[in-house]
């Protein structure tokens, strides 16, 4: 006999909070990707893949899912502007990252507003300290230098819940909702 559906019986989804750019601020990505990476070779994230993440939820149902878009519907976060002018280099993953040199307040408060809800809803997060950066290549062949850069401007005003699968050609990110900043 096949047991009713329940709840909490629906597949999981693999699930993470981000910035999302813009498409001109994709391009600028890009562009910043490639002039940096031009020494080496390794992954390109793809443009439509780019983002910068502020919580990885991982493995979530449907019921770990509705409490955590409850939690975030109580975060007070004003919009805020970012400057993404550093580059650099993690030699683990050999992962090629922008990032701000300096991290906004509020950018540093919504990602442990977003942090703290979530683990009130029974995820368990990566406990690592949160390093806001977004990552243009993975598996570098050669290793980059951290280096200042002309900034880029990135006045964020929303942020979004995005489903992450995994297929045979590679990883597809879906934005399921967003959420709009706003001044107190
Ligand atoms: P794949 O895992 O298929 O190679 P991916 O790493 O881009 O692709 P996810 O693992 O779903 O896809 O990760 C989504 C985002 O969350 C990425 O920016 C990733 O770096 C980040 N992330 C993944 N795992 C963690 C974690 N444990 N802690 C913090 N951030 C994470
Ligand atoms: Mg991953």
């Known amino acids: 006999m096949p047991t009713p559906e329940r709840e909490h019986d629906l597949p999981a989804e693999r699930l993470f909070f981000a910035l999302w750019p813009d498409d001109a601020l994709r391009q600028q990505l890009v562009r910043c990707r490639d002039t940096l990476a031009s020494n080496s070779n390794g992954r390109p994230i793809p443009a439509e893949n780019l983002h910068l993440t502020l919580a990885f939820l991982g493995r979530t149902d449907a019921r770990q899912r509705a409490c955590v878009e409850t939690m975030v519907n109580a975060i007070q976060c004003p919009p805020f502007e970012l400057q993404l002018n550093r580059s650099g280099y993690w030699p683990r993953p050999r992962v090629l990252w922008i990032a701000p ?3 906004p307040e509020a950018l540093t408060a919504l990602a442990a507003d977003l942090h703290r809800g979530a683990e009130g809803c029974g ?3 990566d406990a690592r300290p949160y390093r806001a950066h977004i990552t ?5 062949t050669q290793p980059a230098k951290d280096t200042d850069l002309q900034p880029l401007n990135w006045p964020v005003d929303r942020f979004v819940l995005v489903r992450s699968s995994t297929l045979p050609q590679g990883v597809k990110y879906e934005v399921v909702r967003e959420w709009k900043l706003a001044e107190k």
Do not use: H
């Not at 243009?136 to 570098?140: A, D, F, S, T, V």
């Open 136 to 140: 243009l290549m993975r598996k570098l």
């Open 123 to 125: 995820l368990r997060l």
């Open 101 to 103: 040199a300096e991290m």
